[in-house]
């Protein structure tokens, strides 16, 4: 009963340390106003926008460099809720930094992984940084690694494969070699550079239904590359291919984004830059079926492009993060919503409604959830340990109150001199004297009686005075 009690105390503890945790969590979770930046990441994990790093258009680290968005209720887009996790408790492992990679992956496909990318108080950074459960951690990686680089746009497969292309490496050269980032095992691998495309920064890429990745336009030694071709990589087979476009093709760019239609039928981009300005047309799409460009039908609305932003897709909305080419005195939010719900008109909107038919879970609401569940259990936790420990005391002075059978039948001592003792009966037994305790209520022990009367075959049948009384309940 004590152990019981000891192992209440310790998951009453336990529940209300988890408790002060969370709420240490929450606390941190505050609705606050970020400043404007660009070259950050954007990553969808659960029902979860996680913005991390990018510098401030004066080159600066931004205020609250770890913002978080809560994706799984409706928000309009001039009233945005961030929300600050900058203040992490070991938040302080990854240092301010831009044109990093960020995507999601690992065996529970909802680690974030952060590699490469530059401090922007030239400290080094390691090469992979991991965040699960808000927790940061720098993994251990098998296998030849790349070096670290920056301006990567990572994608990654069914089998929890990051694929990493090009990019501009610490030694300060373009490169377009390809490295995968076993997300599950924690293992690197280099594949063929067999008709790669030329080496690259700040392209776009998108993993499709048929398992071949897309790469399109960037950058090489300030020449902004066309989109006239595009190239495919086969994850099965690990071969390059390049194909052709055609139709309304958009002007050269780099540092923009793209996103596959909900269809898988299509790619849709938006923004963009060429060597000297931000291209004003912004939206295009590629027909994946006979690979032409064509601007898409959508409603009027006057937004400003952007570049060096990033986007992701939630639900039927092409979701566009910050970036450089607006500022928040015009109609533009820190965040663009595009419906591609209906491929005959996409619809900018400044309103995102998740699915009704979608169930989601808010992760603030988890967290309020956890809070007072965990508090309630507590509650009842206590309660119980209570009533428990007044039961056991009640019991225990019931049990002191109550006469045992040894009060009604009180121990007999039977002396059993030693060969050696020749002392008298009334004096204390030598220390080769034997003491023999027998309950008084020893008429249905057989085994008692045998060695009752082996003792007095012993001693020649000389009876103590104990047994005289023993043979009155034989």
């Given at each position: 009963?004590?152990?019981?009690?000891?192992?209440l105390i310790y998951?009453?503890?336990?529940i209300?340390?988890?408790l002060l945790l969370v709420v240490k969590v929450y606390s941190q979770i505050l609705t606050i106003k970020p400043d404007l930046r660009y070259d950050h990441t954007a990553t969808l994990i659960r029902d979860g926008l996680y913005i991390i790093g990018g510098a401030t258009p004066d080159g600066k680290t931004p205020n609250y460099p770890f913002l978080f968005l809560d994706v799984s209720i409706p928000f309009d887009t001039k009233q945005l809720k961030w929300h600050d996790l900058s203040n992490l408790s070991n938040n302080d492992i990854v240092p301010s930094h831009?044109?990093?990679?960020?995507?999601k992956g690992?065996?529970?496909n909802n680690t974030l992984f952060l590699y490469g990318g530059m401090n922007l108080d030239n400290n080094p950074m390691s090469l992979v940084y991991t965040l699960n459960n808000l927790s940061w951690d720098t993994p251990k990686i098998n296998g030849t690694p790349p070096n670290g680089k920056l301006f990567i746009t990572p994608v990654i497969d069914y089998n929890g494969l990051i694929y990493l292309f090009g990019g501009y490496s610490t030694e300060n050269i373009y490169t377009n070699d390809m490295f995968i980032l076993d997300s599950i095992n924690l293992s690197w691998k280099n594949v063929s550079s067999i008709n790669a495309p030329s080496p690259r920064i700040e392209y776009s890429a998108v993993f499709l239904p048929n398992k071949k990745i897309i790469y399109m336009g960037g950058q090489f030694n300030n020449t902004t590359l066309p989109l006239s071709e595009v190239y495919l990589y086969d994850t099965v087979n690990d071969i390059w291919t390049t194909q052709m476009t055609g139709g309304s093709i958009p002007s050269a760019r780099f540092a923009f984004s793209s996103v596959l239609g909900l269809d898988g039928q299509r790619i849709i981009i938006f923004g963009g830059m060429n060597s000297t300005h931000i291209i004003s047309e912004a939206l295009y799409v590629l027909d994946l079926?006979?690979?032409?460009w064509y601007i898409p039908s959508f409603f009027e609305q006057q937004l400003n492009a952007r570049a060096e932003h990033k986007t992701v897709l939630i639900d039927k909305y092409m979701v566009i993060t910050f970036g450089q080419g607006y500022t928040?005195?015009?109609s533009d939010s820190d965040i663009l919503l595009l419906d591609i719900s209906n491929n005959d008109q996409y619809a900018w909107t400044t309103s995102f409604d998740p699915t009704p038919t979608i169930i989601h879970s808010s992760n603030i609401g988890v967290v309020i959830g956890v809070v007072f569940g965990s508090t309630f259990v507590a509650i009842l936790l206590l309660i119980g340990s209570y009533?428990?420990?007044?039961?056991?005391?009640?019991?225990k002075e019931q049990t002191d109150t109550i006469t045992t059978p040894e009060e009604e039948h009180p121990r007999e001592i039977l002396r059993i001199p030693g060969e050696k003792n020749t002392q008298d009966q009334n004096q204390q037994p030598t220390s080769t004297s034997q003491i023999l305790q027998i309950s008084g209520n020893t008429s249905n022990s057989l085994q008692n009686n045998e060695m009752i009367q082996e003792v007095r075959d012993e001693n020649k049948g000389i009876p103590t005075s104990g047994e005289d009384h023993r043979e009155d309940h034989p």
């Open positions: 009963m004590i152990f019981l009690n000891n192992s998951v009453i503890f336990g209300l340390l988890q831009q044109f990093a990679a960020a995507i690992g065996a529970d079926n006979n690979y032409n928040r005195d015009d009533y428990l420990r007044k039961w056991y005391k009640n019991k």
